[in-house]
């Protein structure tokens, strides 16, 4: 059987646990807590020693990346597929994943966790949670989670908000064209890019409204009707999860 090593269902744990239910894939799920640094120890460090969330496990063998992990779904699992067939298609899927393992990811998590931090982490258990940073966070990770605990600065927020904005332009003029990202239909493009905008209504601003996004907004609603998102979404433990946050992953320095 599947197992999947997720956090609540936004971001990468959703993309995956959406493509599983729109699958109707058979999993074993594994709530994992992520600001407890559960990802940091056993079973999960001996599957993904930088403590990757989520972790796939297929036949033994664990698999980590939520791209990769999405498409390694896809072509074990081709029935009810969620990649097309054409050639422009499938590259256009691909682009937009990219997109999101690039930029979006970080700057999304970076305005949510601004937002979220002190609801997501009170007092006593951020004070618990730096005591055992040193111990137990792989030296490379700790300069982030330090980073997100004392709180993101101007500079990082603005260009978190201008790479929001322009991915909103971005969706608005691909969805001017079809209606899915990547074509006629739904595909992994919209779950890869639906996992962080779904935060986005709640945080404010005009980063997707009525007035400057109408077609990415119906796009959303009607993504959040599916009944497989319904299932994905409901398999945390936060009421409403979007309204919960972890630290960003780390910006790709060159993007």
């Known amino acids: 059987m599947l197992e999947l090593f997720h956090a609540e269902p936004t971001g990468d744990s959703a993309r995956v646990l959406i493509v599983l239910e729109e699958k109707v894939l058979e999993f074993r799920g594994h709530y994992v807590d992520v600001l407890a640094l559960e990802q940091y120890r056993p079973p999960l460090v001996d599957l993904a020693p930088r403590g990757d969330i989520p972790v796939l496990v297929r036949d033994g063998a664990a698999s980590v990346g939520a791209s990769a ?4 779904l896809e072509e ?5 597929p969620l990649m097309p067939t054409g050639a422009r298609e499938r590259w256009c899927v691909r682009a937009w994943q990219k997109h ?6 970080s700057a999304v998590s970076e305005l949510a966790w601004q937002a979220y ?10 004070a618990e949670l730096e005591a055992r940073l040193e111990r137990i966070v792989p030296a490379e990770e700790r300069a ?28 608005e003029a691909a969805l001017e064209q079809a209606e899915w990202l990547a074509g006629p239909a739904f595909s992994l493009a919209d779950v890869a890019v639906f996992a962080y905008f779904k935060y986005l209504p709640a945080l404010g601003g005009a980063r997707l409204s009525e007035s400057e996004a109408p077609r990415a907004l119906a796009w959303l ?13 409901a398999r945390g433990r936060a009421k409403d999860p979007f ?6 992953p780390e910006q790709i320095r060159w993007g």
């Open 100 to 105: 999101v393992d690039d930029i979006l990811a």
């Open 76 to 80: 074990a699992y081709p029935e009810r």
């Open 144 to 171: 982030r989670w330090r980073t997100a605990l004392a709180g993101y600065g101007e500079e990082q927020l603005a260009r978190a908000h201008a790479r929001v904005e322009d991915t909103v332009a971005r969706v």
């Open 69 to 72: 992990v999405c498409e390694l």
């Open 221 to 233: 609603r009607a993504i959040s009707e599916r009944p497989a998102v319904r299932g994905a979404l």
């Open 243 to 248: 309204s919960t946050a972890t630290p960003a």
């Open 117 to 126: 931090a002190e609801r997501s982490l009170p007092p006593p258990a951020r």
